[in-house]
C-alpha cells in the first residue's frame, strides 16, 4: 500500500524509530527493498535520485515500476523522489504518482532555497505528496570523515545551525528536514565524526522529522543514539550495492560453467535484501 512522506513519518514518530530510505536502480533493487519490508513487516520508503541515477534507468522508466510494486506491497510504502534539484524534476516525480519530494536547494543562498522549496510544497501539495527539503552540507568534500588526513576536522560552517532550521522549515512549511550532522554520501575514508546532540536540537526548535543522509557506513550503536535524537527516516543504499558487487564478484571467480545474467541478478537481489533486512532490524528496534 502507498502512503504519503508525512504518513509514514508519522508511524515512525509513533514508534520512535527510523523509517529506512532505500535508493532503488533496477526492478531487483525494488524486489529486495520490498521483500525485506514484508518479510520484516516494516514500513519502508523506496526511493529513486534521478541526479545519480539516471544514467542507469530513467525515472519515467523505473517510476512506474517503483509505484505498481509498492501498490502491491503488504506493508506501508511510500515512494520518494531524492534529491530533486529542479521543478521539472520534481513536476516528473508527481505526475508518476511519487508520494513523497526531497528538494535539494542546498548549494543556493538561503533565500533562493526558501522560495524553491515553498514552491514546491505548494505544487506537491496539489497532488496530495509530502515535502523534504535540506539546510546545510552533505558533500563528500566538506568532511574529514569522506578522505583526508585523520587531522583534518570537519568544518563548523557545514553542520546545519539549529537557529537557522528552525526558521527554514517555518518559512517553507515543509514535512521532514534533511539536515548535517557529519554525516556524507558515498563510502566512509574515515570514521565520521557526527555531532549527535545537535539533531536534538534540531529536532526540538523546528518541530519537523530529522532526515539523515548518508547512512552507509555508521555503526548500529551511532543510529540507534541518533534516532534517540530525532532522527525518522535514514538514506541507505551505497554499501548495499557495495556487498552485493562482491558477492557476484566472489561468485564469479569460483563458477566453471556458464554463467547467465539472470543469474548475477538474483544474486544480487538476494544480497541486498540480507543487507536491508539488517538495516530495517536496527532502524526499527527489532530483537534477532
Known sequence: MII???????????????????NVTSMEGIQAVLGAAEELDQPVIVQFAN??????????????????????????????????????????????GFTGIMYDGSELPYAENVANTKAVVELAAQYGASVEAEIGSMGREEFSSAGGSDEEEAVEGCYTDPDLAAKFAKETGIDALACSFGTVHG???????????RIGKIREKTGVPVVMH?????????FRKCIEQG???????????????????????????NVYFHDIAVWGRESMKKTYMDTLKVFSNLNG
Open 4 to 22: 504519503s512522506l508525512k504518513a509514514i513519518l508519522e508511524i515512525a514518530e509513533a514508534r520512535n524509530i527510523a523509517i529506512a530510505a532505500f
Open 51 to 96: 541526479a545519480a541515477h539516471k544514467t542507469y534507468i530513467p525515472m519515467g522508466v523505473i517510476g512506474p515500476v517503483m509505484m505498481a510494486m509498492a501498490d502491491r506491497a503488504k506493508v506501508p510504502v511510500c515512494v520518494h523522489l531524492d534529491h530533486g534539484s529542479s521543478f521539472q524534476e520534481v513536476q516528473e516525480a508527481l505526475e508518476l
Open 187 to 197: 563510502i566512509y575514508l574515515h570514521t565520521p565524526k557526527l555531532d549527535i546532540e
Open 214 to 222: 548518508g547512512g552507509s557506513g555508521i555503526s548500529d550503536e551511532d
Open 231 to 257: 532522527v525518522r527516516k535514514i538514506n541507505f543504499y551505497t554499501y548495499s550495492a557495495k556487498f552485493a558487487g562482491e558477492l557476484i564478484r566472489d561468485r564469479l571467480a569460483k563458477e566453471t560453467g
